[in-house]
């Protein structure tokens, strides 16, 4: 291992935890109300936490910095492609009307 392994181990933990935050409250957010978009900014962060743990794994056990680097910069580059579509996407709010009557 090199200098940098605990820093690369740091850097990861802490993006798994404030990631991992993000994009658990994005999936509540989206069960609560339904949208689309959340659902994409959940998925996004998902994306971008998932490549960072698959990095950390593939630089620490298998020992491959270069693949590393390879498989978290192709899922961060995917999670902020979904993230920029969650801007765009459609959202629709369902809103529900009761009208009481009186007798």
């Known amino acids: ?8 181990a740091g850097a990861n933990t802490a993006t798994l935890l404030t990631g991992g935050a993000v994009a658990a409250l994005a999936y509540r957010a989206f069960r609560r109300t339904g ?7 959940a998925l996004g962060f998902s994306f971008i936490v998932a490549g960072s ?3 950390a ?4 056990v298998g020992g491959n910095v270069a693949l590393g ?5 192709a899922f961060t ?12 996407a459609e959202t629709s709010v369902t809103r529900t009307v009761t009208i009481h009557q009186s007798d």
């Open 57 to 60: 794994i593939a630089h620490l």
């Open 53 to 55: 743990v698959g990095g």
């Open 77 to 88: 580059a995917g999670g902020f492609a979904i993230l920029l579509y969650s801007l765009y």
């Open 69 to 73: 680097v390879t498989i978290q910069s």
């Open 35 to 41: 949208s689309a978009a959340l659902r994409a900014v």
């Open 1 to 8: 291992m090199d200098e940098y392994t605990l820093l690369i």
